[in-house]
T-cell receptor, first 113, second 115 residues
Framework: ETGVTQSPTHLIKTRGQQVTLRCSSQ?????VSWYQQALGQGPQFIFQ???????GRGNFPPRFSGLQFPNYSSELNVNALELDDSALYLC????????????FGQGTRLTVV | AQSVTQLDSQVPVFEEAPVELRCNYS??????LFWYVQYPNQGLQLLLK??????LVESINGFEAEFNKSQTSFHLRKPSVHISDTAEYFC?????????????FGDGTTLTVKP
């Protein structure tokens, strides 16, 4: 079975720009969650998608948006980037929305300058 | 709302010594509890989880954690650590009732194992 893969691994953007991060879920998993991990902190829940619908959202502004595709891969989009958006963005997939625990990808390191 | 407090931000320990990483949580509903490990520049790996049943759960590499409902704790222990256990450890909680896939994480404990 394949694991969770994220792309790109590293990214540098300028303040005000937009960015799209991508995630391929583990085979057989229909639920994906996105987390932001700032330096020295634990991951913070951004949102979750279950069968292409948003299924829960953390305390993040609307400029953070997402998509889940029929093959259950996912995108995280961030508009109007701010310096504080610099972080490791983690994608996690789980069997379904009720399954506890998740399989995490390696993350995308986003640096906003 | 749920919260997780990891009581030690850094834990230095010598190789082959025992270690305990402390985690307390707060929740108004029944919970699932997890420990994840993160090696430098990598994602999180699930170390062990408590869902129900026996309050003592074990991982394949010698770690164990005990769910204590009265003290709302889920401390991680290992009787003898190796250099390779050096990593960041995160305690996490999710609701056992709805949306179990959404987890709240602590800020992590850096375990450094010295020779």
């Amino acid at each position: 079975e394949t694991g969770v893969t994220q792309s790109p691994t590293h990214l540098i953007k300028t303040r005000g720009q937009q960015v799209t991060l991508r995630c391929s879920s583990q085979s057989g998993h229909n639920t994906v969650s996105w987390y932001q991990q700032a330096l020295g902190q634990g991951p913070q829940f951004i949102f979750q998608y279950y069968r292409e619908e948003e299924n829960g959202r953390g305390n993040f502004p609307p400029r953070f948006s997402g998509l889940q595709f029929p093959n259950y891969s996912s995108e995280l989009n961030v508009n109007a980037l701010e310096l504080d958006d610099s972080a490791l963005y983690l994608c996690a997939s789980s069997l379904d929305q009720y399954s506890p625990g998740a399989f995490f990808g390696q993350g995308t390191r986003l640096t906003v300058v | 709302a749920q919260s997780v407090t990891q009581l030690d931000s850094q834990v230095p320990v010598f190789e082959e010594a025992p270690v305990e990483l402390r985690c307390n949580y707060s929740s108004s509903v029944s919970v699932y509890l997890f420990w994840y490990v993160q090696y430098p520049n990598q994602g999180l790996q699930l170390l062990l989880k408590y869902l129900s049943g026996s309050t003592l759960v074990e991982s394949i590499n010698g770690f164990e954690a005990e769910f204590n409902k009265s003290q709302t704790s889920f401390h991680l222990r290992k009787p003898s650590v190796h250099i390779s256990d050096t990593a960041e450890y995160f305690c996490a909680v999710s609701s056992a009732n709805t949306n179990a896939g959404k987890s709240t994480f602590g800020d992590g404990t850096t375990l450094t194992v010295k020779p």
